[in-house]
C-alpha cells in the first residue's frame, strides 16, 4: 500500500524559512524522480520542484533560489528546504512521484503572513 506522509507545514512571516519532509512507503522510491507540488484552493496543483534519481534539480522559476529540494534514497524521504518565503507560496504542499503517480497524501499546509 503506497503512502506519502507530508509534514513541516506552519505559519511563518514573510522572508521566514521552513522545512518539508515527505515520507513514502510501499514504492521504489530509489528508483523515482520525485517531486514536491502545491495548491490553493480554487486552482490547480502544480509542480514546485523536482529531483531525479541522479540528483538533478528542476524547479518553479517563482522558487528558484528560495527552494532546495533533496532526497535520502535510505530513508525513502524527500525534503523541500523553503528560504525567503512571500505570502504567495502559501499553500498546500504535496509530494508524489513526477507526473503524480500515486494516489496524493494529505499535504501540509504552509501560511506565510505578517
Known amino acids: 500500500q503506497v503512502q506519502l506522509v507530508e509534514s513541516g507545514g506552519g505559519s511563518v512571516q514573510p522572508g521566514g524559512s521552513l522545512r518539508l519532509s515527505c515520507a513514502a512507503s510501499?514504492?521504489?522510491?530509489?528508483?523515482?524522480?520525485m517531486a514536491w507540488y502545491r495548491q490553493v484552493p480554487g486552482k490547480e496543483r502544480v509542480l514546485v520542484a523536482s529531483?531525479?534519481?541522479?540528483?538533478?534539480?528542476n524547479y518553479l522559476d517563482s522558487v528558484k533560489g528560495r527552494f532546495t529540494i533533496s532526497r535520502d534514497n535510505a530513508k525513502n524521504t524527500v525534503y523541500l528546504q523553503m528560504n525567503s518565503l512571500k505570502p504567495e507560496d502559501t499553500a498546500v504542499y504535496y509530494c508524489?512521484?513526477?507526473?503524480?503517480?500515486?494516489?496524493w497524501g494529505q499535504g501540509t499546509q504552509v501560511t506565510v503572513s505578517s
Open positions: 508524489n512521484a513526477f507526473g503524480g503517480l500515486y494516489s
Open positions: 510501499g514504492i521504489i522510491f530509489s528508483r523515482l524522480t
Open positions: 529531483i531525479t534519481v541522479g540528483g538533478s534539480t
